[in-house]
C-alpha cells in the first residue's frame, strides 16, 4: 500500500490501495473511502490475539481499542485522522523488525503487519494509599512487527534516537512515543524537592536502554 501524510493543523493519512491490499484501522478512525473499497470487520482473535489475553488487558486498564478492527480492501483510496494535532509518520517496517507504540497513536497498519497489545512498563505509587495499598500504573503499547507498512501521530514534533548498545537516555512517562522491541524501559522514580513547600515530591521517570530506535514527541 501507499500511505501519505495530508493536512496541516489536524493531519491525515491518505492510503492508496491496489487491488486486493488490505490495510486495517480502529473503527471510527475513517474520514472517507472510495465506493470500491470493501470494508470488513476484523476479529482480534483472527490477527492471533487471544480473547484471555484481551480480557486481562481491559482488566488492567486498556481501553484504546476493542475487539475488533476496520479492513478496507482495494482497490481505491481510503483516509484516516485521530482528528487531531500532531505529526503524522509513515513507518516500513523490514521482515522481523518490531516496534512498541503507545497506545492511542496507532492509525493504520498493513494487513501483513503482525499486531500484538501488550504492557511496556508498570509502576507502583511509591507512597501507599489511605489503604495501605501502592497503586500500579501500566504503560500500554501496540506491539508491531514486519513486513508492512504502519501509520502513527505523535503529540507535537517526534524525536528520534538510533541508541547503541549499552547507550541509555532519560524521558518523561508521557513523552516516550514508541521504541523497539531491542529497547529496554524502566520506571524510576526521582526526587524533586522544588515541586512542594512540604518536602520532595517523587517523580516517575522512564530510563530507556539501547541497542534500538527510541522514539519521544515534543508535545507530550
Known sequence: MQADSVGGIAPAVLVTLRP???VLSAHGLMLYKEQ?????????????????????MHALGDSEESYFFAEYEGPGHVSFSRDKGGEVRVLPLAPGQTVRLRDG???????????????????????????????????FADELTGPGTIVYQSHGNILSFDLKPGEGMRTSVASLLAAANTVSVRVDWLSNPSMASTGP?????????GPGLVLVHSGA
Open 20 to 22: 486486493g491490499e488490505k
Open 36 to 56: 470500491q473499497v470493501q470494508l470488513h470487520r476484523r476479529t482480534m482473535k483472527s490477527l492471533g490475539v487471544s480473547r484471555t489475553h484481551l480480557m486481562g
Open 201 to 209: 515530591v517523587p517523580l516517575p521517570v522512564l530510563a530507556v536502554g
Open 105 to 139: 497513536h496507532l492509525i493504520c497498519f498493513e494487513e501483513s503487519v503482525r499486531y500484538y497489545p501488550m504492557v511496556l512498563a508498570q509502576y507502583q505509587a511509591p507512597v501507599p494509599d489511605a489503604n495501605g495499598q501502592r497503586a500500579t500504573t501500566y504503560l
